[in-house]
Nanobody, 124 residues
Framework: QVQLVESGGGLVQAGGSLRLSCAAS????????MGWFRQAPGKEREFVAA????????LYADSVKGRFTFSRVNAKNTVYLQMDSLKPEDTAAYYC?????????????????WGQGTQVTVSS
């Protein structure tokens, strides 16, 4: 069993930055791809970014490409999402997830473990 705990969310002005962290415990996630998803009120959960087990491959939603950077430190069993040039439309609860395989994927059903989420609010 894997437990994922996100942190780093908060309130920021448009154009600002936040860095989300997701720490895994229970067992190592170093062999698995990881993902970030977000869900705004009244909307479905959507894919934000994914990273392969090694960190060599990343995938981003078009809406965040060039502004967000996904990284991981396997020795710490932790992944990070650096969010720059934030926009009000980035406001959502952000969820970290561990995939069942090593390769990047955008499909929510290919992620077996999920964190509780951290709220990001971007004011205009």
């Amino acid at each position: 069993q894997v437990q994922l705990v996100e942190s780093g969310g908060g309130l920021v002005q448009a154009g600002g930055s936040l860095r989300l962290s997701c720490a895994a415990s229970g067992r190592t996630v170093s062999s698995y791809a990881m993902g970030w998803f977000r869900q705004a009120p009244g909307k479905e959960r959507e894919f934000v970014a994914a990273i392969s087990w090694s960190g060599d491959s990343t995938l981003y939603a078009d809406s965040v490409k060039g502004r967000f950077t996904f990284s991981r430190v396997n020795a710490k069993n932790t992944v990070y999402l650096q969010m720059d040039s934030l926009k009000p439309e980035d406001t959502a609860a952000y969820y970290c997830a561990a995939a069942r395989g090593p390769l990047v994927t955008t499909r929510t059903y290919e992620y077996d473990y999920w964190g509780q989420g951290t709220q990001v609010t971007v004011s205009s």
